[in-house]
């Protein structure tokens, strides 16, 4: 990142604008907020020490993922007729990895499936990671025909 700041010259009294690079190296697992310190590096002036930079981290928001702490939750949509008879959930990871996650259970409002392991690193230890949590939106038709109608009555109601 390139900044510029006020530099005091070699004369003592005055002063000029100058450009610095600084390198952030961004740690995976860092959460929102992580501040990162340059000491001294902020303008200088006469009998002024200069102050320290402070860069605080900000969460992207991201179009498949919301981030909590080191979990990632995902809102899957299913269809009703996945909902209640099963289906398999593809979920492209943060890393490109594609996860195929098998759903045997009915999904009703509410219903969370967690896997371990898939979510953010640490931001102490990389290797331990979050989990993923899938979320569900169950989409229903938005109209049945009465032979349909029907037979759900007839399976569901018997």
């Known amino acids: 990142m390139k900044i510029s700041r006020r530099v005091m010259n070699e004369d003592g009294h005055s002063s000029s604008i100058r450009e610095k690079i600084l390198t952030i ?3 995976k697992g860092w959460k929102a907020g992580t501040k990162v310190v340059f000491s001294k590096e902020g ?3 006469p009998n002024r020490i200069p102050a320290d930079l402070v860069f605080v981290t900000v ?3 991201h179009p498949r993922f919301r981030r909590e702490a080191t979990d990632l939750i995902h809102m899957a949509t299913v269809n009703l007729g996945e909902a209640l008879t099963g289906c398999t959930i593809e979920i492209i990871t ?6 195929r996650i098998p759903i045997n259970e009915i999904i009703r409002p509410g219903y969370c499936k967690i896997v371990k392991g898939e979510g953010m690193p ?3 230890n990389s ?3 979050g989990q993923l949590i899938i979320e569900f939106n169950i989409q229903f038709p ?7 109608k ?3 009555k007839r399976a569901l109601l018997s």
């Open 150 to 152: 029907q037979l759900l």
């Open 142 to 148: 938005s109209q049945l025909s009465q032979e349909k």
């Open 127 to 129: 290797e331990e990671k």
């Open 25 to 27: 190296h961004v740690k």
């Open 122 to 124: 640490g931001s102490s």
């Open 94 to 99: 943060l890393d490109t990895r594609k996860l």
């Open 43 to 45: 303008d200088q002036g």
């Open 59 to 61: 969460d992207k928001p």
